[in-house]
Nanobody, 117 residues
Framework: QVQLQESGPGLVKPSQTLSLTCTVS??????????WGWIRQPPGKGLEWMGI???????YYGPSLKSRTSISRDTSKNQFSLQLTSVTPEDTAVYYC?????????WGQGTLVTVSS
């Protein structure tokens, strides 16, 4: 079973770039038909799908954050990463990395990122 672990700073200053990494174990990020993504949940709000990167490196983004979001991967480390630019306090959220294979979704445990000066 695929296991996911998020890592990165828990505090980011406004206007800076939020960077998170997801380390994948018990599976390869290049395995066919897997997609790897990021989802966030601001306090008191619902889940927001941010984007995915496919097993062959193609990235797709949700419309609301598309202009500020970048998802990349490092196949040598079996990791994929999220960058969110020009953050504001409204970007404070629990960020989850996720994996999708056919009808199954795997989740990381989530990491709280607070945007504050």
């Amino acid at each position: 079973q695929v296991q996911l672990q998020e890592s990165g700073p828990g505090l980011v200053k406004p206007s800076q770039t939020l960077s998170l990494t997801c380390t994948v174990s018990s599976g390869s990020i290049t395995a066919s038909y897997y997609h790897w993504g990021w989802i966030r949940q601001p306090p008191g709000k619902g889940l927001e799908w941010m984007g995915i990167i496919s097993y062959d490196g193609r990235a797709y983004y949700g419309p609301s954050l598309k202009s500020r979001t970048s998802i990349s991967r490092d196949t040598s480390k079996n990791q994929f990463s999220l960058q969110l630019t020009s953050v504001t306090p409204e970007d404070t959220a629990v960020y989850y990395c996720s994996a999708y294979y056919r009808y199954t979704t795997y989740w990381g445990q989530g990491t709280l990122v607070t945007v504050s000066s």
